[in-house]
């Protein structure tokens, strides 16, 4: 989308089409405790925003979900072919910590923190036998522009180029499941706070259904009147 002159489909600006981009990573659990976790994650994550995350032993596993409380970049390491790649660590606080998925997570952790006869669990332990976890957040974006090949959107998410991502994205009455590429980023002036970026998405892997919902909506909304909202 960067590259005015390789566009395969004109784009359209839109106004009121919304969606949300699922958020999904893998990060490992360094420590846990009964109110919350330290992990390791080659993104950032926004702070004050719930994950949902799950964690897995060898046999079992327990889903829960929490805040992002403190996230800072601890390193940077390289890739295969030299490049290197950040590593943040973050601290998340769990939810609903007193109900049933309470009760869920303190037998997850009798069962993979090992105590000695005098130690109570409490405070924060190491789970060595734990798999890499996945973290998933939902963000809501909302779409600039259109074609039948990419979007531009404005979302909360802090990412990369090259990131992949799967996109529910509402179009008139229906919500159309796509996957899109990361292909250009920009961080916008934070307003009150708030952050703000600028996505680029290329759409991958659309299948038939996808493309007609798609052919359908730029034909009936945007293509009205020639050359209606069109961007050259």
């Given at each position: 989308m ?11 600006e839109?106004?009121d ?22 992990l ?11 994950y ?7 046999e079992?596993?327990v ?29 998340l ?66 990412t990369?180029l090259?990131?992949?991502f ?60 020639p ?6």
């Amino acid at each position: 989308m960067a590259n005015t002159g390789q566009r395969r489909h004109r784009r359209y600006e839109v106004h009121d089409v919304h969606g949300s981009l699922l958020f999904r990573t893998k990060v490992r659990v360094r420590n846990l405790s009964v109110s919350g976790l330290a992990l390791e994650t080659p993104e950032r994550l926004q702070l004050g925003r719930t994950y949902a995350i799950r964690l897995a032993g060898a046999e079992d596993a327990v889903d829960v979900s929490g805040k992002i409380r403190w996230c800072h970049l601890a390193s940077t390491r390289p890739k295969e072919g030299g490049e290197p790649r950040a590593v943040y660590e973050a601290g998340l606080a769990f939810d609903d910590v007193f109900t049933e998925k309470g009760k869920g997570l303190l037998g997850f952790l009798g069962h993979h923190v090992v105590l000695s006869p005098h130690e109570r669990l409490t405070g924060r332990f190491r789970a060595d036998d734990l798999v890499a976890a996945d973290l998933e957040a939902r963000y809501d974006f909302e779409v600039l522009k259109l074609s039948l090949s990419g979007m531009l959107a404005r979302t909360a998410l802090e990412t990369s180029l090259g990131s992949r991502f799967g996109l529910e994205l509402a179009l008139g009455e229906g919500v159309v499941p796509l996957a899109g590429r990361v292909a250009w980023v920009q961080r916008e002036d934070a307003a009150k706070g708030e952050v703000a970026t600028q996505l680029g998405m290329e759409f991958v892997e659309v299948t038939g259904e996808a493309q007609a919902a798609l052919a359908g909506y730029i034909s009936r909304e945007l293509e009205r009147t020639p050359g209606d909202g069109a961007v050259s």
